[in-house]
């Protein structure tokens, strides 16, 4: 059974930092390109980034590039965010997903039909 969990979020002051993880299981975790999606009340959900498998090539939409960084520990599967800078505006519940099989991803952004399996999600909020 494949499982995501995600861990990691908190409340945070304008300015810091956050870092949350993805533990996976049930599937080859060094196999699949993985993602990190939020969702803030009242919105949809918005593509935050993405890393390859193998060259671990990653994307970033610009609301959030220069300040978060995605990357993967594949002896333990675990996937990770490290937001800095946070902005009130990154205030949402975030997610991890792994990208379908099938799909060959070249570039953001990727759309939430991308996926086929999510976690069940972390809270992030930034306020002072």
């Known amino acids: 059974e494949v499982q995501l969990v995600e861990s990691g979020g908190g409340v945070v002051q304008p300015g810091g930092s956050l870092r949350l993880s993805c533990k996976a299981s049930?599937?080859?975790?060094?196999?699949?390109?993985m993602s990190w999606v939020r969702q803030a009340p009242g919105k949809g959900p918005e593509w935050v980034s993405t890393?390859?498998?193998?060259?671990?090539?990653?994307f970033y939409p610009d609301s959030v590039k220069g300040r978060f960084t995605i990357s993967v520990d594949n002896t333990n599967g675990t996937l990770y965010l490290q937001m800095n800078n946070l902005k009130p505006e990154d205030t949402a519940r975030y997610y991890c997903?792994?990208?379908?099989?099938?799909?060959?991803?070249?570039?953001?952004?990727?759309?939430?039909?991308?996926?086929?399996?999510w976690g069940q999600g972390t809270q992030v909020t930034v306020s002072s």
């Open positions: 997903a792994r990208v379908k099989a099938d799909l060959v991803v070249v570039a953001g952004p990727i759309g939430i039909e991308s996926y086929d399996y």
């Open positions: 049930g599937f080859t975790f060094g196999h699949f390109d």
């Open positions: 890393i390859k498998s193998g060259d671990r090539t990653t």
